[in-house]
């Protein structure tokens, strides 16, 4: 079954008409920009949150690691259902849902109040976002995908680096215990803007997969089950000695869902039905190798900004908000370099892609020597300036590298192709936080003053543990690059 998509003209075309393309893609980007503001904002609202409900460090984290659950379960479903039967009313379903979301964690009396509604925006956040990546796949194709795909990764980069100052400056006007709530309810009016411009310019109609627009319930519940098995574990870890150990158990869930959906998914597939994942999306090098990049380089990034955040507090004893702005370079420097790599990728692909990882690695690298060598009073002046050369590079890895995942996927495959890699994203971000938490908080235990000396040791180690992922992201680059090069492919 195959449909066209429709611009708000009425006028039928493959992508629709660019004067239609520009506003829908205005929406996407804005839906995406709102979601990644939210995300980045509400950890400088911790200690607010905390004051305000009187909350406990543990009940703390799984206001965090319940939204990156929910959000991690409903990505690929919702991408599928996007696909099979329409991405513009799972968007509006997304959009909808996340600000009735937001609006009930601003309102909320208690902690458990907040947990649970923060879980619903996390799942409401799940199901919007996969439809962002497949309007743009719907929209836009060759040069002009890498371009849109540019857009959206500066406007990450932008996101990014304005909601830890956009969240401190709610909480300021709001109070320093109730102010935390102004940020959910930033959302609210923003989200009914959003929902006006979508339901005038997103495209009604799409072009669909074979199989048929049924939904695998067998594969839903298989997956989920995978999911939770794998996630769990790691969004638990704190690196404290209290975490407990039996938490890992739940890896043994994730190998055998693990591997009942995959048996599943082949069988159901045989059938001439639609899975939930089309497997064969895995024999496609560029999207394998795609994923796997973005996958280990999310793991290593996100963990380097936590290593960052504790040493400026807890070592140097810097205020939130000053430990906040050290990030920001970062992130303006890769929202430039994601607009530029967006127009470069056409030509050079892969290596492009190369090339960002080793800027970023060079940045990381900086970081440490300006954290362990430079003087407590140099310290963040050269680590702010150190995420600058980093963010430069980071720009030159997503967006390029967004680009080169999706680019020989079929459109109607995009919102499920485009959900299993913001998976592989989340699950890599849960798997290198855990891993930097627990080797910085070996070293200095929670809790207590240590000696700079100590701090120091943790940072190295934090930071070479990154680095470490790194460096596995640029040999599956590099490895891609010659295979590319072997089959003649330069560009995309």
């Avoid at 109040?113 to 923060?118: D, G, V, Y």
């Avoid at 997969?209 to 999911?227: H, N, R, S």
């Avoid at 394998?288 to 280990?296: D, Q």
Wanted: hydrophobic share 50%; proline share 5%; charged share 10%.
């Amino acid at each position: 079954m195959t449909d066209v998509s429709q611009g708000p003209s009425g006028e039928d075309t493959a992508q629709g008409t660019r004067a239609a393309r520009g506003p829908a893609f205005a929406v996407c980007i804005a839906v995406g920009a709102l979601t990644i503001l939210d995300l980045s904002g509400v950890n400088v609202a911790l200690p607010s949150i905390q004051r305000s409900l009187h909350a406990d460090s543990t009940q703390l984290q799984l206001i965090v690691a319940g939204y990156a659950l929910a959000f991690g379960l409903t990505l690929v479903p919702s991408g599928r259902l996007g696909d099979t039967r329409s991405r513009r009313a799972m968007f509006v379903i997304g959009l909808v849902g996340f600000s009735l979301a937001s609006a009930l964690c601003a309102l909320a009396p208690n902690i458990l109040w907040l947990t649970i509604a923060r879980f619903v925006q996390g799942a409401a956040a799940g199901v919007q976002m996969p439809q962002v990546l497949g309007m743009i796949q719907q929209l836009y194709r060759g040069p002009e995908r890498g371009r849109a795909f540019g857009v959206f990764g500066a406007m990450v980069g932008i996101a990014t680096a304005i909601g830890p100052s956009l969240a401190g400056s709610l909480i300021a006007l709001g109070g320093a215990e109730e102010g935390w709530r102004l940020l959910f309810w930033f959302n609210v009016p923003c989200g009914a803007v959003a929902l006006f411009f979508a339901l005038r310019f997103l495209p009604r109609r799409q072009e669909r997969p074979a199989g048929g627009t049924q939904l695998d319930p067998v594969g839903l519940i298989l997956l989920a089950g995978a999911i939770l098995g794998l996630m769990l574990p790691f969004l638990l870890t704190t690196g404290s000695p209290t975490d407990d150990p039996l938490r890992w158990l739940w890896l043994i869930a994730f190998a055998a869902f693990g591997s009942a959906f995959l048996l599943w998914e082949r069988r159901y597939a045989k059938r001439g039905l639609s899975p939930i994942v089309h497997l064969d999306l895995f024999r496609l090098a560029s999207y394998r190798n795609g994923i796997l990049i973005a996958a280990v380089y999310f793991a290593g990034l996100p963990a380097s900004f936590l290593v960052t955040t504790l040493f400026l507090q807890e070592g140097l004893h810097a205020q939130p908000l000053a430990a906040g702005l050290v990030s920001v370079p970062f992130a303006l420097g890769a929202a430039v370099s994601a607009f530029i790599g967006g127009r470069l990728v056409q030509r050079f692909g892969r290596a492009l892609v190369v090339v960002g990882l080793v800027i970023v690695i060079v940045g990381i690298g900086a970081l440490l020597a300006s954290a362990t060598l430079a003087p407590p009073a140099a310290a963040e002046w050269l680590m702010a300036a150190s995420t600058l050369v980093g963010g430069i590079g980071g720009g030159f890895v997503i967006s390029p590298n967004q680009t080169l995942t999706l680019s020989e996927v079929p459109p109607e495959e995009g919102s499920a192709a485009g959900s299993i890699a913001q998976l592989g994203q989340r699950v890599g971000t849960a798997v290198g936080v855990a891993l930097v938490t627990a080797v910085f908080f070996a070293t200095v235990p929670g809790g207590g003053d240590h000696p700079i000396d100590q701090y120091h040791q943790a940072v190295r180690d934090g930071y070479l543990v990154t680095l470490a992922l790194l460096a596995v992201a640029l040999v599956v680059g590099l490895v891609d690059l010659r295979a590319r090069k072997k089959a003649g492919k330069t560009g995309v």
